[in-house]
């Protein structure tokens, strides 16, 4: 496991396109993080209030609600980190090194473990990041300071972990089959940010179809991942929002984690590389 | 001699296309094997397969005596087609990665790149470098954990006359320190040059298989000149024992069935009172060899 890291790392520390986009992720998730206060001046100076509310006593940072407003808003950048894993993998197979990394005596199986760790060493990072960045700008404007409140919703950074791994591995999955970085990217992205929504807005609340279809929409791969952290912010007008982690959308997503793996084993299983 | 490889009936094809069909090879420790054949004949699907980057259709292969796996192929120092690096990453680095694959420590980075000669150039990065400058760099990863097995897949494809010569003398250096080398070639020469054993594949199949010697020595002509041209010419053709002559600029050439020897011609002619100005005996080239068994394996399939 650690020779494995180790190769993969070799690979990765000198490329630039690597760290550009470990900085997009982390520079961006820091920006939009930490400047939830002042956007909520930049409201009030605007004028905006929500529903009679002053938007800046919203307690966007208190402990332990910032677990769940970040980890929410963290999952719209997770696609960077896809970006990474994308590259990364599509890299290999143009420049042959996935076949000379096997002449030279990996097995594919270590070759995909390879990329796996990879994955998890990525999700590990972002999540401590979230956990790092909460507790700062939790102990900066949160109002509650007790360690209760501080560790309790912990399971939001688990979920964010499982979210990210799992779409991480989706990115893998595209990667193999499609082989060619564009390519991969810009399906990836369509399809997580247009294709599935609209189908399964459609299929929550078109009249004509919703009676019969509805109850699919949660086993979308992607509506799946989304379902794992709901929206919190409408908790800030009074209503009702789902403030845990469901464990059927758990197991959904883990179900779809294996048919990743199984899948990228597979199709690899078969091809000559 | 123990046996490096074996491969028993190997069959690869692409949908209709036989790529490999039924091909059967044995190669023992320290021989300098030739593949050769035409473009197409299927030199780098028989060595994907064995290598394991290309999933056979049928039939067998073994490594050192054993099922081929990751353990075996970290035994191997292989380059198949096209050098294969990465392009953002210096030589050193590259060899880096190859090593920590292989197992090994980085120690011998160093005197490899110095044997193929790119010390100098070794922190530039490889998508600087010149096809020739990429191949030998492919030359050095093979032989970076100092491999008992080389396979060499167009070892000199892209190379200039003297990196060509380079390599060749790489490879019989290696050679030496009794190393089993597989090398894929459709240069006849550089087969000739180096190699012990050769096997002919044509369309997947292989239609011969021998040493290189025996090949050249079954092709072996002889020259012969005197002062007066036409008194030698009636002689040599009431001597039995010649199989084929040709008349060239100011000599004959040709060549003797299996009975007779240059002496035997000699003392013939001395006795026929013909004194030679030039006797010489020449080895076939493997380039007549091969082009002979490729139109003898036409006859055949028609």
Redesign the interface.
């Known amino acids: 496991m650690i020779?494995l890291f180790?190769?993969e790392w070799?690979?990765l520390k000198?490329?630039?396109v690597f760290w550009i986009l470990i900085g997009m992720y982390f520079l961006g998730l820091i920006i939009v993080l930490s400047s939830g206060m002042f956007l909520m001046q930049f409201l009030k100076n605007k004028g905006a209030e929500f529903q009679g509310i002053d938007p800046t006593i919203i307690p966007l940072y208190d402990f332990p609600d910032v677990w769940q407003n970040m980890t929410y808003i963290a999952t719209f950048f997770k696609i960077i980190l896809a970006f990474i894993v994308i590259i990364s993998v599509t890299?290999e197979i143009s420049?042959?090194?996935m076949?000379?990394?096997?002449?030279?005596?990996?097995?594919?199986w270590?070759f995909l473990k390879s990329k796996f760790v990879l994955i998890l060493v990525l999700s590990a990072i972002a999540t401590l990041f979230l956990f790092i960045e909460g507790i700062i700008t939790g102990l900066i404007y949160s109002t509650v300071r007790y360690p209760g409140f501080i560790f309790s919703d912990l399971e939001f950074l688990a979920a964010y972990f499982l979210e990210v791994v799992t779409f991480l591995s989706l990115a893998l999955l595209l990667s193999i089959l499609l082989k060619r970085a564009g390519f991969a990217i810009v399906l990836i992205f369509m399809y997580t940010l247009i294709f599935e929504p609209i189908l399964t807005i459609n299929m929550l609340h078109n009249p004509w179809i919703k009676d019969y279809v509805s109850w699919m929409a949660p086993f979308f791969p992607i509506r799946a991942l989304n379902n794992l952290i709901q929206v919190p912010f409408q908790r800030y007008v009074f209503m009702e929002i789902q403030d845990f982690i469901a464990w059927r959308d758990v197991l959904i997503v883990i179900v779809w984690l294996a048919i990743y793996q199984l899948s990228i084993f597979k199709v690899l299983d078969?091809?000559?590389? | 001699m123990a046996l490096v490889l074996q491969i028993e009936n190997l069959v690869k094809n692409y949908g209709k296309i036989k790529a490999v069909n039924e091909l059967s090879l044995e190669i023992e420790e320290g021989c300098v094997f030739g593949l050769l054949g035409p473009n197409g004949s299927g030199k780098t699907t028989t060595l994907g397969v064995i290598l394991d980057v290309i999933k056979k259709t049928s039939g067998n292969y073994s490594w050192f005596g054993k099922p081929s796996s990751s353990t075996s192929r970290k035994k191997i120092g292989a380059i198949l087609e096209v050098p294969a690096f990465y392009p953002y990453l210096s030589a050193r680095k590259n060899l880096k990665i190859v090593s920590k694959i292989k197992g090994f420590g980085s120690e011998r980075i160093e005197e490899v790149l110095d044997q193929v000669g790119l010390f100098e150039r070794g922190d530039d990065p490889y998508r600087t470098y010149s096809l020739g400058m990429k191949q030998r760099l492919a030359i050095g990863a093979a032989l970076l954990s100092n491999p008992p097995v080389l396979i060499l897949d167009e070892p000199t494809n892209g190379l200039d006359p003297q990196g060509i010569a380079e390599i060749r003398k790489l490879i019989l250096d290696v050679a030496e320190q009794g190393k089993t080398i597989l090398l894929a070639s459709h240069i006849l020469d550089e087969v000739q040059k180096v190699c012990s054993h050769f096997a002919v594949l044509k369309k997947g199949s292989k239609i011969y298989t021998g040493s290189v010697d025996e090949a050249l020595n079954a092709n072996k002509s002889i020259e012969v000149a005197a002062k007066n041209l036409d008194e030698l010419h009636i002689a040599l053709q009431e001597f039995t024992h010649i199989l084929k002559l040709d008349e060239e600029k100011n000599m004959f050439n040709l060549i003797l069935n299996g009975e007779s020897t240059s002496y035997d011609l000699n003392a013939f002619l001395i006795e026929k009172g013909i004194v030679l100005t030039h006797l010489s005996e020449r080895k076939g080239s493997l380039e007549q060899k091969f082009l002979k068994i490729l139109e003898e394996s036409d006859d055949q399939t028609i």
Not at chain 1, 270 to 273: M, Q
């Open positions: 020779r180790e190769i070799l690979k000198n490329y630039k890299n420049y042959r090194t076949r000379q990394n096997v002449i030279d005596g990996l097995s594919k270590e078969k091809r000559d590389i």
